[in-house]
């Protein structure tokens, strides 16, 4: 079959206008993509490992078609500023910060240009977002719903030790989220027919001395707020909580894994794995302040029988039966 010269200007303008989207579908071979990566932690954990996977199904292998410039802050808010603002000076096309709303503020902060994904809880009354369809600036990201779980937290705390009366509340009063919290898990605590009572930590040091003043109080049960100190500190705070036999309940698995009674959060490597796609989009041109903050759609709640078992308790096989994974 012969085409005319009408036929052949038809089919090359439209693999003019098809090029530029058939080149979004995939990395550009030859061309290397500089990531910066921002963490309150202390170094690279499992977390890390699943960001890398989420790169790769995409196509981003580090050392091939992408660099990334990792930085850890050593769960230290001085050293986390100094880091953020000397990612912000090298010339990178995305800078990834992890950690929280501590993390995401110091990167909203120090970072004016480059776009930024973060990980945070409830980024708009935290001041990180304008909101959630379109964040504005160059910050975007997922929020983890810190705030909200918290009183799905206090509920399976109570279906996991039903005779609990009096649980204490570790929290950092500093944030510009507490009063949220603390309103929130009152109305639920009246609901539960539980008293709370609130134990505030500014420092570490106050650690061990709010566990001592827990059982002064005769709470008989704890529920830590997610915090980044606390998560820094939980081998600790676990240790403690199992030193004065006080069943806790946390938002994230690895408290549980430390010993801990148990968590309910979102699944955290699937958050991270999230986070690829967001570095995905914005390297083939979208613009940050257009990408609306996503939710977590998969929680895990994560018990820790031998836990419960020293601490004498028995935990109903309905909550059992409801758990992601029972740790024996």
Same mark, same amino acid.
């Given at each position: ?28 071979? %030859? ?22 996977? %989420? ?7 580090? %050392? ?37 709303? +501590? ?66 509340? #570790? ?9 949220? +919290? ?36 005769? +709470?008989?049960?704890?529920?830590? +707020?997610?915090?980044? #100190? ?81 601490? %004498? ?16």
């Amino acid at each position: 079959m012969r085409l005319g010269t009408v036929g052949l200007v038809a089919i090359l303008a439209v693999s003019i206008l098809a090029g530029p989207f058939a080149a979004e579908a995939e990395p550009q071979p %030859g061309t290397t993509a500089r990531l910066g990566y921002l963490s309150f932690r202390s170094g690279p954990s499992y977390l890390e490992e699943a960001f890398r996977q %989420g790169l790769r199904k995409l196509g981003y292998v580090d %050392g091939q078609n992408l660099s990334i410039e990792f930085r850890w802050a050593d769960w230290k808010a001085d050293r986390a500023s100094a880091l953020a603002t000397e990612l912000g000076r090298l010339k990178l096309d995305v800078i990834v910060s992890t950690g929280g709303n +501590v993390m995401a503020l110091i990167a909203k902060k120090a970072i004016k240009t480059t776009p930024v994904v973060f990980t945070a809880g409830d980024p708009v009354r935290a001041g990180i977002v304008s909101s959630l369809d379109r964040p504005g600036g160059n910050l975007t990201g997922i929020n983890l719903l810190v705030i909200e779980l918290n009183t799905k937290r206090l509920e399976l705390l109570k279906e996991a030790v039903p005779t609990v009366s009096r649980v204490a509340v #570790m929290r950092d009063p500093t944030r510009p989220t507490n009063a949220v +919290v603390s309103r929130d898990l009152e109305r639920a605590a009246a609901a539960l027919r539980v008293k709370l009572q609130m134990f505030d930590v500014r420092e570490r040091r106050e650690i061990d001395d709010t566990f001592v003043a827990m059982t002064k109080a005769r +709470v008989g049960a704890v529920l830590v +707020v997610s915090d980044a #100190m606390f998560t820094a500190q939980h081998e600790r705070i676990v240790d403690l909580a199992a030193r004065h036999r006080l069943p806790g309940v946390f938002e994230w698995r690895e408290f549980v894994e430390a010993g801990g009674l148990m968590s309910y959060g979102p699944s955290i490597a699937d958050m991270y794995r999230l986070l690829a796609t967001y570095v995905d989009k914005i390297l083939k041109g979208a613009k940050p302040a257009d990408l609306p903050v996503e939710q977590p759609t998969k929680f895990e709640l994560v018990i820790n029988l031998k836990t419960a078992k020293a601490l %004498g308790l028995n935990i109903p096989p309905s909550l059992l039966l409801r758990a992601d994974q029972v740790i024996e």
